[in-house]
């Protein structure tokens, strides 16, 4: 079993950035592909990206790419999504996510989840 805790989450001005963190524990999250999903209100949930085992292949929503970076640091079992010139289409509840297969795009593979964290963008 795997828990995974978001935190980095908050209230920042159009153009600002944030930086999410996704801490795992239970078992060793490293043999795991990970993601991050949100969703907004009324809206389904949907990919933002994703990172292999070993953080080398990386894979980005069209919407976020060239904005958001996605990285881990599999010593401290800690994910990170790195968000800058966050727009106000951004604002969402960000879940991160453990696939004990292959890191997809489609939120219902994915096998483990946080809790979520708010992202709001003030114009």
């Known amino acids: 079993q795997v828990q995974l805790v978001e935190s980095g989450g908050g209230l920042v001005q159009a153009g600002g950035a944030l930086r999410l963190s996704c801490t795992a524990s239970?078992?060793?999250?490293?043999?795991?592909?990970m993601g991050w999903f949100r969703q907004a209100p009324g809206k389904e949930r949907e990919f933002v990206a994703s990172i292999s085992r070993s953080g080398h292949v990386t894979k980005y929503a069209d919407s976020v790419k060239d904005r958001f970076t996605i990285s881990r640091d599999n010593a401290k079992n800690t994910m990170y999504l790195q968000m800058n010139s966050l727009k106000p289409e951004d604002p969402a509840v960000y879940y991160c996510?453990?696939?004990?297969?292959?890191?997809?795009?489609?939120?219902?593979?994915?096998?483990?989840w946080g809790q979520g964290t708010q992202v709001t963008v003030s114009s």
């Open positions: 239970g078992r060793t999250f490293s043999p795991y592909p």
């Open positions: 996510a453990a696939d004990t297969a292959i890191a997809t795009m489609n939120w219902i593979d994915y096998d483990y």
